[in-house]
């Protein structure tokens, strides 16, 4: 079997309607795929004003507003109809990049027809009840979890350290890497621009420290925001600058100094110019599992000061391109940040080996890493061969 013959149902909560790295990684994969000579089709809620445009045909389900956060949609399962659909396409692999009611669905429809499936896990769902004062319920977020992926043939993980972290919750029996790539033409030192920063009020020798991404409390703004105050009672020069837009903006802007720079929403060539006419990147979240925003500023030429968590410890090493802090240590990310608002020269030091780095991560490679995966389950499948969470 080769790549031609691979028929892909790709089931997201999200595809085009939410710009975020998850839905930028799906795309691009189905983009590979199409042009790889594989068929592809999306199941997704969609949207008549989507974030960007899509790749590959997407087929509408049913959805509803997610409770409390009404610019995500909810999708309620796969009617008659989808179903039909996903017979006539003659799908030979399904790939879930979310577990919530579709994702569940459609695993169980996959063990139904005899399909194998496989789930990329983009984000530590189970984390997120920390932000909402619901940390008591975290062990019951990850056992849904854990049964939910152990029902799925194989599950892919972005980063190395995000993939122990599933085997030792005992999410998978196989545990797969699909990381993420940096498309360096847009990333790039080159593309800062000393106009752009004089005509957001930015003097050339002010440290910029920048958040960039959904402006949600689960991305650590509370952190970022408290570290900010320690370094203003420290009298560290600096200047804010926010790449993103969420429904915590209002919130963000309170809570940071008067000065600070919001930048809004920026994509393509403009975020490339964005991200490298800072200085260095913040990225306090714990809840990522690659961090894509963190491999952009490295590619940038960046130094990232981040939370040690996953996703960031596979892309960060200490003291080498950027550092890394145990979450709640507020004021040692404040120490690491005035490193480098203090010393150009390390954090240049510091920028030049991220970009390094970021040089191994390219998309035609990571992509086609899950390509062979899928053609391993396939024909795994086809012989008759137990996938390995059932067999036990």
């Not at 490339?272 to 990522?288: C, H, I, K, Q, W």
């Not at 940038?300 to 996953?310: K, N, Q, S």
């Not at 090493?317 to 890394?324: K, T």
Request: hydrophobic share 40%; charged share 25%.
């Amino acid at each position: 079997m080769d790549v031609t013959e691979l028929r892909v149902a790709l089931f997201s909560g999200n595809y085009n309607y939410i710009r975020d790295g998850a839905n930028q990684a799906l795309n691009r994969l189905s983009g590979y795929l199409l042009k790889q000579g594989a068929k592809v089709r999306i199941y997704s809620p969609k949207s008549k004003k989507p974030a960007f445009p899509s790749v590959g045909k997407v087929v509408g389900v049913p959805s509803m507003p997610f409770p409390g956060r009404g610019e995500y949609r909810l999708p309620v399962g796969i009617p008659f109809w989808v179903q039909r659909d996903l017979q006539d396409f003659g799908a030979n692999i399904f790939h879930v990049a979310s577990p919530e009611f579709l994702g569940h669905r459609a695993v169980t429809l996959a063990r139904k027809w005899n399909i194998p499936a496989v789930a990329s896990v983009h984000t530590r769902f189970e984390t997120y009840m920390r932000y909402y004062n619901m940390a008591w319920i975290e062990p019951v977020v990850e056992a849904i979890l854990r049964r939910f992926y152990r029902r799925c043939d194989a599950i892919f993980a972005p980063s190395e350290s995000m993939a122990q972290l599933l085997r030792e919750q005992r999410m998978s029996y196989d545990v797969g890497i699909w990381t993420r790539g940096v498309d360096t033409t847009v990333f790039t030192p080159k593309a800062r621009d000393m106009d752009w920063r004089r005509s957001i009020g930015l003097d050339d020798d002010m440290p910029a420290i920048t958040f960039l991404g959904r402006l949600v409390m689960e991305k650590g703004l509370d952190v970022f925001a408290e570290t900010i105050d320690i370094l203003r009672q420290r009298g560290v020069r600096n200047r804010v600058v926010v790449i993103g837009e969420g429904p915590a903006r209002e919130w963000f802007e309170r809570r940071l100094p008067a000065n600070a720079i919001f930048a809004g929403f920026q994509r393509g060539e403009d975020l490339g110019r964005a991200l490298a006419s800072s200085d260095l990147l913040f990225n306090p979240s714990v809840t990522e599992t690659f961090g894509n925003v963190t491999l952009e500023a490295m590619a940038c030429g960046l130094p990232v000061v981040a939370a040690r968590a996953t996703g960031s410890s596979s892309l960060i090493e200490d003291n080498i391109n950027g550092r890394l802090i145990e979450p709640g240590r507020n004021e040692a990310f404040a120490r690491a940040i005035q490193a480098y608002c203090d010393n150009s020269e390390i954090r240049l030091a510091a920028g030049e080996a991220g970009r390094k780095a970021s040089e191994l991560y390219e998309w035609d490679r990571v992509n086609q890493q899950l390509v062979d995966a899928y053609l391993r389950l396939v024909r795994l499948r086809s012989e008759g061969v137990k996938p390995l969470n059932r067999a036990r």
